[in-house]
């Protein structure tokens, strides 16, 4: 059976680990390979991006040299689900085989106008507050000043390109898209994310999970097993 490589994009502060909890439920054909961005995990020495664009450029050099003329999906988080779609406004531009699904999780589509402050201009204790508000730092983070203090370098660092960034609209995925929220998200409202189907030519497929922003974190068996479901139909 021909393998898909499924390429995982993390959030904002993220790291390529939090992909891994989904290896031990998905089917023998789909190789999970998680995405590490600069300045964590193992690229903890690279410098942090300078722009979006710089990010989504150094993930998709990073895709070209593991996917090795396979099939291949892209899975996407938060700002990983943004870095997908210029990922492959890339990957259209070079005329190189696209991805047969990509998975947009946890994000409203570019047109949309964000509503909140910019959070990496915002003092450490107004950061830290509004990360706990939609469940993105665990306790062991807050209670270790030294690991707190370099997560807040990583967060920071990330929605500074993300929020400076000047979102695509004129894109068009070639491919099936598949638009997933936690029911429970406080930063993407239903409503939002059901825009997402003018951003494709072929199918556009809405998925909630019992949650919020976070859902993958208590879901990862059902996830994993959708992710089955939906690309066992590109084998």
């Not at 690279?46 to 710089?54: A, K």
């Not at 998709?60 to 406004?89: E, P, Q, T, V």
């Not at 390109?161 to 894109?171: A, G, M, R």
Request: proline fraction near 3%.
């Amino acid at each position: 059976m021909e393998n898909i490589k499924l390429f995982c994009i993390p959030h904002a502060g993220g790291s390529a680990a939090m992909y891994l909890k989904l290896k031990p439920f998905l089917s023998e054909f789909i190789e999970l390979i998680p995405v590490e961005l600069a300045g964590r995990g193992n690229r903890f020495n690279d410098r942090f991006y300078e722009s979006f664009d710089e990010a989504a450029d150094d993930i998709y050099k990073f895709i070209f040299k593991r996917a090795n003329d396979a099939k291949y999906a892209i899975f996407g988080h938060s700002m990983g689900g943004w870095l997908s779609f210029n990922i492959c406004d890339k990957i259209l531009k070079s005329k190189k085989p696209g991805p047969v699904h990509v998975f947009l999780s946890g994000r409203y589509p570019p047109h949309i106008k964000y509503r909140g402050e910019f959070m990496h201009q915002m003092s450490d204790e107004e950061l830290i507050e509004n990360i706990i508000s939609f469940g993105g730092m665990s306790s062991i983070i807050l209670k270790d000043k030294e690991l707190l203090n370099y997560f807040l370098r990583i967060i920071r660092a990330d929605y500074k390109i993300l929020e400076t960034h000047k979102p695509l609209v004129d894109f068009k995925f070639t491919n099936d898209i598949t638009i997933i929220r936690g029911k429970n998200d406080s930063i993407v409202a239903d409503i939002d994310i059901s825009e997402w189907d003018r951003y494709t030519t072929k199918k556009c497929t809405m998925k909630e999970f019992e949650g919020g922003h976070f859902y993958i974190e208590n879901n990862a068996s059902l996830l994993s097993n959708f992710i089955n479901s939906v690309l066992s139909e590109y084998l």
